[in-house]
């Protein structure tokens, strides 16, 4: 007895209607919708999340570096004019911009935020000097006769 051999499957391919392209269409337009507000509810999530950091006081070159490493955040800044600094250590629960600011306070650093992954470290801008009150002027030595 000889065996029938089987007929390859054959999908006869449709054209597509107007309708069916409509509908296509559609579920992409949904598909990347949902796409997107899954990603921007993503990145919320993500500036709002809290870390477990530990970072230690000391130079602020090291301890950025160590911030980094703990945040996986981006930090931009020059080495020569922050290699003076020393920072406070950190330890607990922070989100990173808390973490940052508790860092620098009183170091004579100061950040700003440059997008949501990249903060640029930088010296404070020095206090303006005091303005002078015209109500009443001071009297110098060499003003008196």
């Known amino acids: ?10 999908r006869q391919l449709v054209p597509a209607t107007d309708a069916d392209r409509a509908r296509r269409r559609v579920l ?4 990347a919708t949902v796409g997107v507000l899954l990603a ?3 990145y919320a999530f993500e500036k709002r999340r ?13 301890t950025l570096a160590e911030f980094v490493r703990q945040t996986g955040l981006q930090l931009l800044f020059e080495a020569d004019a922050i290699s003076h600094c020393t920072t406070h250590a950190v330890d607990g629960h922070f ?20 997008n949501d992954r990249t903060i640029s470290i930088r010296p404070a801008p020095a206090a303006p000097p005091p303005v002078a009150d015209a109500s009443n002027p001071r009297v110098t030595p060499a003003d008196t006769p």
């Open 40 to 42: 921007t509810k993503a």
């Open 95 to 114: 989100e990173p911009v808390e973490v940052l600011r508790l860092m620098l306070e009183g170091t004579g650093l100061t950040f700003e935020l440059i």
């Open 50 to 62: 809290k870390l477990r950091v530990r970072i230690d006081a000391g130079n602020a070159t090291s």
């Open 28 to 31: 992409a337009q949904l598909g």
């Open 1 to 10: 007895m000889t065996r029938a051999t089987p007929r390859p499957y054959v």
